[in-house]
């Protein structure tokens, strides 16, 4: 069983800045892809980025283009999100998630962290 775990969260004020990070264990070696979704109260969960861990594509939303930066961790299995510019409706829990392929469908992918909140204040 995989077994995803993130960190980074908190309270930031607009324009500033949060890493999250994530680190996978367990049985992720057919998962090709790491994502980070994120969902607002009352509203459905959405991708946010995604790399592949073969080929390091990469895909963004277009509403964190710019700001957000996914990338790889030195150690094996783990994924950052740099946060950059972060607005008030960046407010979300954080998901990190593993899949087979990238994608920006959350059904796609198997393993689940418990998320990390994401307050960006006015």
């Known amino acids: 069983q995989a077994q995803l775990v993130e960190s980074g969260g908190g309270l930031v004020q607009a324009g500033g800045s949060l890493r999250l990070s994530c680190a996978a264990s367990?049985?992720?070696?057919?998962?090709?892809?790491m994502g980070w979704f994120r969902q607002a109260p009352g509203q459905e969960r959405e991708s946010v980025a995604t790399?592949?861990?073969?080929?390091?594509?990469?895909y963004y939303a277009d509403s964190v283009k710019g700001r957000f930066t996914i990338s790889r961790g030195n150690a094996r299995n783990t994924v950052h999100l740099q946060m950059n510019s972060l607005k008030p409706e960046d407010t979300a829990v954080y998901y990190c998630?593993?899949?087979?392929?990238?994608?920006?469908?959350?059904?796609?992918?198997?393993?689940w962290g418990q998320g990390t909140q994401v307050t960006v204040s006015s």
């Open positions: 790399i592949s861990w073969s080929s390091g594509r990469t």
């Open positions: 998630a593993a899949g087979v392929d990238v994608s920006t469908r959350a059904y796609e992918y198997n393993y």
């Open positions: 367990g049985r992720t070696f057919s998962s090709d892809a």
